[in-house]
C-alpha cells in the first residue's frame, strides 16, 4: 500500500461527498472505478479515507469539464496504476482535439466570411431557373448526393424541382444554406441543431442569426480550454501528493 495511505486523518465517505454535493455512493463508485486509489478497511469492513483520496477526487472532478467523464476516468485510472505517462498521453490527445476544434471554427467564420462572394461552378446549372442540380452541388462541397437528400429530409435544404426533368434545383439560398449546413457538421453540430439555425437564417433573410452561434462556440471552446488548465492544476497537486 501506498505510504501516503497510511497516513494523515482518516475520512469518511461522507467527508469526501459533501464538499462536492456528492452521494457516498457515487464516492464509492468512484473508488471501485478506480478513479480513486483504493481505500483502507476497519476491522468491520468500513472504508476509510486520507487526504489522498479527498486530492484524487478533487482533480477527476477538475478533469471532467476539460475533458469528459470518459477520458477523466482514463486519466485518473493511469495515474492510480503508476502509468503517469498514458495519463500525459490521454492529456495531449485532449489538447489537440481542442486545437483541431478552434481551427475548425476558424475555417466556419472563413467560409461564412466568403459565403456571399463565391459562386458555384456553372456546370449543372438547371437551364433557364438560375439554379444548380444535386451532382454539381455535391462536387463543390465535397460530398454525395446522398447527403444532400438526407439535409433535405432533416429540412436543411429546401430544393424544387424542374417541371421538366423533375430533378432537385438548388437556387442560391439553397446552395447558401447546404454550405452552412456542411460548414457547421464539420463543427461538430448536429442535424437537429442546424435545422433550427437555418431557419432562422431564413426567417432573417441573411446570415445574422449565426453571429450568437459562433459567439457560443467561441465561449464554449474558451470554457473548455480554462477548464483544462484547472484540471492540470488539481491534477499536479495529487501527483505532487502521490510522491
Known amino acids: 500500500m501506498d505510504r501516503n495511505l497510511q497516513t494523515g486523518e482518516r475520512l469518511r465517505p461522507v467527508d469526501l461527498a459533501r464538499p462536492h454535493g456528492l452521494s457516498t455512493q457515487a464516492v464509492r ?41 470518459r477520458t477523466a476516468t482514463a486519466i485518473m485510472r493511469a495515474v492510480n496504476q503508476g502509468l503517469v505517462d498514458e495519463a500525459f498521453h490521454l492529456i ?28 458555384m461552378p456553372e456546370s449543372g446549372t438547371a437551364s433557364g431557373s438560375g439554379g444548380t442540380f444535386i451532382g454539381p452541388l455535391a462536387q463543390a462541397l465535397g460530398i454525395r448526393p446522398a447527403t444532400l437528400r438526407k439535409w433535405e429530409r432533416a429540412g436543411l ?29 464539420r463543427g461538430g453540430y448536429l442535424l437537429e441543431h442546424i435545422a433550427p439555425l437555418i431557419s ?35 491534477l499536479e497537486a495529487y501527483l505532487r501528493e502521490r510522491g
Open 29 to 69: 463508485n468512484y473508488e471501485d472505478a478506480g478513479i480513486l486509489p483504493a481505500a483502507a478497511r476497519t476491522p468491520h469492513g468500513y472504508r476509510t479515507y486520507t487526504s489522498l483520496h479527498a486530492g484524487a477526487l478533487r482533480a477527476f472532478l477538475a478533469l471532467v469539464p476539460g475533458h469528459g467523464h
Open 92 to 119: 495531449d490527445e485532449s489538447h489537440a482535439q481542442l486545437l483541431d476544434d478552434r481551427r475548425t471554427l476558424q475555417a466556419v467564420e472563413s467560409a461564412l466570411r466568403d459565403l456571399e462572394r463565391d459562386a
Open 157 to 185: 435544404v429546401r430544393p424544387r424541382r424542374d417541371p421538366r426533368t423533375g430533378y432537385r434545383v438548388y437556387d442560391e439560398a439553397d446552395v447558401r444554406d447546404a454550405r452552412l449546413a456542411h460548414q457547421l457538421r
Open 200 to 234: 432562422q437564417v431564413r426567417a432573417a433573410g441573411g446570415l445574422k442569426p449565426l453571429e450568437a452561434a459562433l459567439s457560443d462556440w467561441h465561449d464554449r471552446l474558451a470554457a473548455r480550454g480554462r477548464a483544462m488548465l484547472s484540471g492540470a492544476a488539481e
